[in-house]
């Protein structure tokens, strides 16, 4: 038997944010293992907490989703820090965590309430050449599209930029004209005086299988280190998604010394034990 969670990300009212299951003490499973754990749950993504590796990390965690396994993910982080805390243990650092992952060593900081991550490093940016293509899928003209870069730090992000929130919520994007994209997050400036100064969404495929994030740490992540040195958003926004899919997820970005955070709440919602034991 293993500590179980379930941890609801980037909102404060369980069921309105990313759910994400955590198995802890997950020394002794095989990656096939964990990999098929990961299929049933039939959420975004699974994590499983294991001692670190490196010394400098409090803990170390693998990300799956249904289908493959990720180097680094956003409500993963997040949600896997907070299920690691909840279960009593206790960071090296009094309000730091280290977390160690496929994508290196990632800083974990209690910004009050909230837990925010530093934003990794893009493994590929710059200019989309074919948005022509990134139109048709999401079903747009060209011309609606005010501006698109890759903005991946793993999983693979493009990312859109659109006239308006509103514009954001109108997309129904043609999965069958992803081509090259498998990641596509598409992002909109909201009229002043609401709490999110951006709406955000995101277009994924799982193998073959595509779908709605209901909230993407890692592509808020890579949006904020394009918008803020492009001084299209502020050095401090909210931004919010999941809208469509009835949810109310709310990402907090700022940037401080040179660094993306990428802050959110969470909410322990389910705890338990798994019969999950290795394969003999």
Same mark, same amino acid.
């Given at each position: 038997? *293993?500590?179980?969670?379930?941890? %609801? !990300?980037?909102? %404060?009212?369980?069921?309105? $944010? ?19 754990? @990961? ?11 294991? /001692?670190?590796?490196? /010394? ?10 249904? +289908? *493959? ?11 896997? @820090?907070? @299920? ?12 730091? #965590? ?15 309430? *909230? ?12 200019? &989309? ?22 903005? %991946?730090?793993?999983?693979?992000? !493009?990312?859109?930029?659109?006239? +308006?929130?509103?514009? !954001? ?9 992803? $081509? ?21 969404? @995101?277009? &994924? ?5 595509? $779908?709605? %994030?209901?909230?993407?740490? +890692?592509?808020?992540?890579? =949006?904020?280190?394009? #918008?803020? /040195? ?7 926004? !909210? ?8 949810? *109310? $997820?709310?990402?907090? #970005? ?5 660094? &993306? ?8 919602? =389910? ?10």
């Amino acid at each position: 038997m *293993r500590r179980f969670s379930q941890v %609801d !990300v980037f909102t %404060d009212e369980f069921t309105k $944010g990313n759910a994400l299951a955590v198995v802890h003490d997950a020394e002794g499973l095989s990656t096939e293992e964990m990999a098929a754990f @990961a299929n049933w749950t039939n959420l975004s993504e699974t994590t499983f907490l294991l /001692p670190p590796e490196d /010394p400098a990390a409090d803990y170390r965690v693998r990300i799956f989703t249904t +289908s *493959r396994e990720l180097p680094f993910a956003g409500h993963p982080t997040l949600g896997s @820090a907070r @299920a690691w805390l909840d279960a009593g243990n206790t960071p090296r650092e009094p309000g730091r #965590l280290v977390q160690e992952c496929g994508a290196g060593l990632v800083e974990v900081r209690r910004d009050g309430a *909230r837990l925010a991550f530093a934003a990794p490093p893009l493994v590929r940016s710059g200019p &989309v050449e074919n948005v022509d293509g990134l139109a048709a899928a999401l079903a747009i003209r060209p011309d609606e599209i005010v501006q698109a870069r890759w903005a %991946d730090n793993g999983p693979g992000w !493009v990312a859109v930029l659109l006239h +308006s929130a509103e514009a !954001v919520l109108a997309v129904r994007p043609d999965y069958t004209r992803f $081509g090259e994209f498998t990641d596509i997050g598409v992002v909109g400036p909201h009229r002043a005086g609401g709490d999110a100064a951006f709406e955000v969404r @995101a277009f &994924v495929d799982e193998g073959g299988v595509f $779908g709605e %994030d209901p909230v993407t740490g +890692s592509l808020n992540a890579s =949006i904020a280190q394009w #918008l803020i /040195p492009a001084e299209i958003a502020q050095p401090q926004y !909210v931004a919010a998604q999941g809208t469509v899919l009835g949810r *109310r $997820g709310r990402v907090h #970005l700022s940037l401080a010394g040179g660094q &993306v955070w990428v802050g959110g709440d969470t909410v322990v919602g =389910i705890t338990g034990t798994v019969t999950l034991q290795p394969v003999r």
